[in-house]
């Protein structure tokens, strides 16, 4: 049995208690296109309370299956946003935030390019800067980051797949964070071309291109997630990845590369386990290793949720604690408004030097975020 049959039978045999929940994921284990239809289906007799709650139960059996519910929420948040009209104050106000915010992706990605393709959107007046502003007035929030990456996703395919044109409407969000935020989402779209249709920007000669054609600002968020179609090259080993990380130029984005291929290997659960996980890392460069000890730790507390980044972070070795410690600080400063809040959530880390790093964590520090 392969790893996808193992989680697409243990997403089938799920239960929540709910039974418009339980049959959707009995009928459509780890499809997510099955499982928007089945509530596009319920949708047409059942009222919006009984949608959310079924919405919330499937989120929660997707987020238990390790780390496979982002591309689920993310198909979900289209829906949603058809379900309210396309309302997209009312659909992202009662978004989950489950799955590493993918639902908000989905929704702003979906609003955008219905937009732009009906023609009530116009691409040379659309002004980026304030879209996000209608969810709140804090632009460090993470519904605001989740926000800007949507737009990147959408961007990029309204530009159609035009990376240059994209980026440049990107630099009009008004914070480094949400700039930030929109290049990854024109970075990730330019994956998910790739792996769904052999499509996007790549050149088969050059495995690191467009990343070492595009400025500073922008290519530390191309090699985070470059690192996916690396991976692909090498058949998803880590260490092979990890090993052309090592050549890259200049080298201050090896440790950028070493983030993104931590996060994409616990990602796409390419390791069973936290031990095979690190130990993978441990065949880099040991400059580079705590980087992507780290990139792993930032995707846990994201998909799954920051108490489990912090007890993942517990069990690695103590050379790659602070980094892990930082990584996870970073998501909890934008998870949460005020600094009691992250207190209370770093509060469970028991040594006083690791508590200090996840409190005190820059979140502007973009480069790895």
């Given at each position: 049995?392969?790893?996808?049959?193992?989680?697409?039978?243990?997403?089938?045999?799920?239960?929540?208690?709910?039974?418009?929940?339980?049959?959707?994921?009995?009928?459509?284990?780890?499809?997510?296109?099955c499982t928007v239809e089945s509530l596009?289906?319920?949708?047409?007799?059942?009222?919006?309370?009984?949608?959310?709650?079924?919405?919330?139960?499937?989120?929660?059996?997707?987020?238990?299956?390790?780390?496979?519910?982002?591309?689920?929420?993310?198909?979900?948040?289209?829906?949603?946003?058809?379900?309210?009209?396309?309302?997209?104050?009312?659909?992202?106000?009662?978004?989950?935030?489950?799955?590493?915010?993918?639902?908000?992706?989905?929704?702003?990605?979906?609003?955008?390019?219905?937009?732009?393709?009906?023609?009530?959107?116009?691409?040379?007046?659309?002004?980026?800067?304030?879209?996000?502003?209608?969810?709140?007035?804090?632009?460090?929030?993470?519904?605001?980051?989740?926000?800007?990456?949507?737009?990147?996703?959408?961007?990029?395919?309204?530009?159609?797949?035009?990376?240059?044109?994209?980026?440049?409407?990107?630099?009009?969000?008004?914070?480094?964070?949400?700039?930030?935020?929109?290049?990854?989402?024109?970075?990730?779209?330019?994956?998910?071309?790739?792996?769904?249709?052999?499509?996007?920007?790549?050149?088969?000669?050059?495995?690191?291109?467009?990343?070492?054609?595009?400025?500073?600002?922008?290519?530390?968020?191309?090699?985070?997630?470059?690192?996916?179609?690396?991976?692909?090259?090498?058949?998803?080993?880590?260490?092979?990845?990890?090993?052309?990380?090592?050549?890259?130029?200049?080298?201050?984005?090896?440790?950028?590369?070493?983030?993104?291929?931590?996060?994409?290997?616990?990602?796409?659960?390419?390791?069973?386990?936290?031990?095979?996980?690190?130990?993978s890392c441990q065949t880099g460069n040991?400059?580079?290793?705590?980087?992507?000890?780290?990139?792993?730790?930032?995707?846990?507390?994201?998909?799954?949720?920051?108490?489990?980044?912090?007890?993942?972070?517990?069990?690695?070795?103590?050379?790659?604690?602070?980094?892990?410690?930082?990584?996870?600080?970073?998501?909890?400063?934008?998870?949460?408004?005020?600094?009691?809040?992250?207190?209370?959530?770093?509060?469970?880390?028991?040594?006083?030097?690791?508590?200090?790093?996840?409190?005190?964590?820059?979140?502007?520090?973009?480069?790895?975020?």
């Open positions: 049995m392969t790893y996808d049959q193992y989680i697409d039978e243990q997403i089938r045999e799920s239960k929540t208690g709910n039974v418009y929940a339980d049959t959707i994921l009995s009928l459509c284990g780890n499809d997510e296109h596009q289906k319920l949708s047409q007799n059942e009222k919006q309370e009984i949608i959310l709650i079924t919405v919330d139960n499937l989120l929660d059996v997707f987020q238990k299956s390790e780390l496979i519910c982002h591309q689920h929420a993310h198909h979900i948040g289209e829906f949603l946003l058809g379900y309210f009209n396309a309302n997209l104050t009312k659909a992202l106000s009662l978004a989950s935030g489950k799955c590493g915010g993918a639902m908000y992706h989905g929704i702003v990605e979906n609003y955008f390019l219905a937009g732009i393709f009906s023609g009530s959107m116009k691409l040379e007046n659309l002004d980026v800067s304030n879209s996000c502003d209608i969810l709140n007035n804090n632009p460090r929030s993470l519904v605001r980051i989740d926000c800007s990456h949507g737009f990147g996703h959408g961007l990029f395919k309204a530009y159609n797949y035009d990376i240059s044109s994209t980026l440049l409407k990107c630099e009009e969000f008004r914070t480094n964070l949400e700039r930030d935020a929109c290049y990854k989402g024109v970075f990730m779209e330019n994956q998910i071309q790739f792996f769904e249709n052999k499509t996007g920007v790549f050149d088969e000669h050059d495995i690191f291109y467009p990343c070492n054609t595009v400025s500073d600002e922008k290519a530390s968020a191309c090699y985070h997630y470059q690192t996916y179609y690396i991976l692909g090259q090498h058949q998803l080993s880590l260490e092979k990845g990890l090993s052309e990380c090592d050549k890259i130029l200049p080298e201050k984005f090896v440790k950028t590369c070493y983030y993104g291929m931590g996060a994409q290997a616990r990602g796409m659960n390419m390791l069973t386990s936290s031990n095979q996980f690190v130990s040991p400059k580079y290793q705590s980087y992507c000890v780290a990139g792993g730790a930032g995707v846990i507390a994201k998909q799954i949720g920051p108490e489990k980044g912090l007890e993942f972070c517990e069990s690695v070795p103590e050379d790659f604690k602070v980094e892990c410690y930082k990584a996870v600080g970073r998501f909890i400063h934008l998870l949460f408004s005020t600094m009691q809040e992250i207190h209370e959530e770093c509060s469970v880390i028991e040594n006083v030097e690791y508590y200090d790093v996840c409190v005190n964590t820059n979140p502007d520090d973009r480069a790895e975020l």
